[in-house]
């Protein structure tokens, strides 16, 4: 072949490997900003920190103990007296209902405004709490809807010791069992049971984990949170709000 011809057949060669590779980078550089406006449009992976929600609903609540474990330095926390609309609500990565020790620790309208960000808004929820079960054993929309129970047992017992069941779920990972001696009701799941006590009768379980379509989550911490021993307690909650609002994933992507 002509030399003359063959360098202008090469640098014509060059000049289309230059312009496809153009193509390519122009493209990436799209895809990227595309990204990059879907995250900050869906709030998704465009903050280091979740967004959490906690309900203090009187005397007896765990709510600033909870936000103390948390951290607000992990986290952007709010803590409130008053229950937000199911709008406001969808706005958290998780919403905790504190309820502790209080006696009787849901009302009608927490109830309905629980049971519907749960099953009709976003649903990344954590209840705690010891008579949450036990003072509302007579109400589905609690048992059923909320907590998704399929049993409980029939009088209260004192657990001794909350042991851990499950300990590769990413709620219990890394919590060890701990000693509890306030009497308690237990319950069996419709979702995964986490924790038991040390008793003999049946249903046993005092700690649960459920998931629904379109990624809802439900933690029930079925006891005073805050009567837990701090090196179960703790890990407990900070598991709970990252598996409910998926910020464990979130945070794998944005280091990928």
Not at 4 to 12: A, E, V, W, Y
Not at 207 to 226: H, I, P, T, Y
């Amino acid at each position: 072949m002509n030399p003359k011809i063959k360098r202008k057949m090469g640098k014509l060669n060059l000049r289309k490997f230059s312009f496809k590779t153009g193509l390519v980078v122009l493209f990436l550089a799209l895809l990227g900003l595309g990204i990059f406006y879907n995250l900050k449009q869906t709030g998704a992976a465009v903050t280091n920190k979740s967004n959490v929600f906690i309900y203090d609903n009187g005397a007896g609540s765990n709510a600033t103990t909870i936000r103390d474990a948390l951290g607000v330095s992990n986290y952007n926390i709010t803590v409130s007296t008053t229950m937000p609309s199911q709008v406001t609500l969808n706005t958290y990565d998780a919403v905790i209902f504190a309820a502790g020790s209080i006696a009787t620790p849901i009302s009608t309208a927490e109830r309905d405004a629980l049971n519907a960000y749960l099953n009709s808004g976003v649903g990344h929820l954590i209840m705690e709490g010891a008579n949450v079960l036990n003072s509302h054993i007579g109400d589905s929309v609690i048992t059923g809807n909320i907590l998704k129970l399929n049993d409980w047992g029939t009088a209260t017992r004192n657990p001794a010791t909350i042991r851990i069941n499950n300990t590769y779920h990413p709620v219990t990972s890394g919590v060890p069992s701990g000693s509890y001696t306030t009497n308690l009701r237990a319950f069996t799941s419709s979702g995964t049971n986490l924790g038991s006590w040390t008793q003999e009768d049946r249903p046993m379980y005092l700690l649960s984990a459920w998931e629904g379509s379109k990624r809802k989550r439900m933690v029930f911490v079925g006891f005073n949170w805050g009567g837990w021993p701090a090196a179960s307690r703790n890990p407990l909650i900070n598991n709970a709000v990252k598996w409910v609002s998926d910020f464990a994933e979130v945070e794998l992507t944005n280091r990928a």
